[in-house]
């Protein structure tokens, strides 16, 4: 059967776009504006690891969604290295959180928790292979992460893995993550066979973003060929900026560091104490006054020429949209 629903009606949303979760980056006040931009807004569950943080934060945005145009939604990281994952699903479904994405791992336990009481689950995929496994466990649809996104980048462009989506799995919504910034961007996914497109790189030069300045600034200023892939911060292809420090720490592990991460008895801890280790490094980066510039960003900086508000930025996408439907109709 083919997915014909509206994406918007499904999400609770006005327009069809998703703030994407970004470790360190999204918070509050970024889920706010997005409620009110009537889009929907995502937060890694990560971004709240101090007891009874998260907890706050769900009960703080579920009566701030009262009368809103838009939607909030959580991101978990299903991977088995991740020690927060159990603890953050039971205070999700505490909360009843109504939208969840799920990265880098099995989606399982969350799918059966979600649609106990009606909540939706979309899986971030990078190919059919994974697609496969999360529609077997019935999820709701995917995020088709593509070449060029930030963070975890897929190796697939989106020309051909939202089609391929779409072929295999007519009946799932999709929505395409990587390189869209602009309101054409979002026609062009949408023309591809996507019902939404997911963005992460264009919110972090926004003034709501939690990180500082520098950050901001730098993805103003970086174009596509400064935007680079490590395997140094989490394991998994990662892309950044490439600063002096990027530089410094490098793109790929060595020998022993790959020997560490394939060897099955020391696999999980060598990735999880990899992962504690970039973490921090990054974390390091966002504070104000840093000196360390470890920044994740996608291609799509190319793009970004302002730090405006979180609403700008959608008003400029809804109108750009708008605009390249319009010189379509006269091509
Ligand atoms: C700074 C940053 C942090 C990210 N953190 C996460 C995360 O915690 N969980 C996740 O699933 N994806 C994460 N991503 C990926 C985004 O959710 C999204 O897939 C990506 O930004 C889309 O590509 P774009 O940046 O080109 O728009 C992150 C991306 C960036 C840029």
């Known amino acids: ?41 995502t937060f890694p569950t990560l971004n709240y690891r101090k007891d009874l943080e998260l907890e706050s934060v769900l009960e703080e945005l579920n009566s701030y969604r009262e009368g809103k145009p838009g939607n909030y939604g959580v991101n978990l990281i299903v991977q088995k290295t991740n020690p927060y994952y159990v603890r953050h699903l039971e205070i999700c479904v505490k909360k009843k959180v109504l939208f969840y994405i799920t990265s ?21 995929v990078t190919n059919l292979e994974h697609a496969q496994k999360c529609y077997d466990l019935n999820c709701d649809g995917f995020v088709a992460v593509g070449q060029g996104a930030g963070g975890h980048a897929g190796p697939n462009p989106l020309q051909v893995l939202i089609p391929a989506l779409k072929e295999h799995f007519p ?3 999709v929505m395409a993550a990587g390189g869209i910034a602009t309101g054409a961007g979002l026609l062009s996914v949408r023309v591809l066979g996507a019902d939404a497109a997911y963005m992460g790189t264009r919110f972090i030069a926004s003034k709501e973003a939690g990180v500082n300045k520098e950050y901001k600034d730098a993805i103003v200023s970086s174009g596509m060929d400064d935007i680079v892939m490590t395997t140094k911060l989490s394991g998994t292809p990662c892309s950044i900026i490439n600063t002096p420090e990027a530089k410094d720490m490098g ?3 060595n020998w ?8 099955p008895q020391t696999k999980k801890w060598f990735k999880m104490l990899v992962q504690v280790r970039g973490m921090k490094k990054l974390e390091e980066s966002v504070l104000p006054n840093n000196y360390k510039r470890l920044w994740t960003a996608g291609k799509s900086a190319e793009l970004i020429h302002e730090i405006v508000s979180c609403e700008e930025i959608v008003q400029r996408i809804k109108e750009e949209y708008r605009v390249s439907l319009e010189s379509l109709k006269n091509a």
């Open 1 to 41: 059967m083919k997915y014909e629903g509206d994406i918007n009606q499904l999400l609770k949303i006005d327009f069809p776009i998703v703030m994407a979760p970004m470790f360190l980056v999204s918070n509050v006040e970024m889920m706010k504006a997005g409620m009110r931009a009537g889009i929907m807004a």
């Open 104 to 124: 880098l791992g099995n989606p399982k336990k969350v799918i059966e928790a979600a649609h106990a009481y009606g909540a939706k689950v979309f899986c971030d």
């Open 171 to 173: 009946d799932k919504p």
């Open 251 to 253: 793109l790929k592990q």
């Open 256 to 263: 022993f560091e790959r020997f560490l991460s394939n060897n």
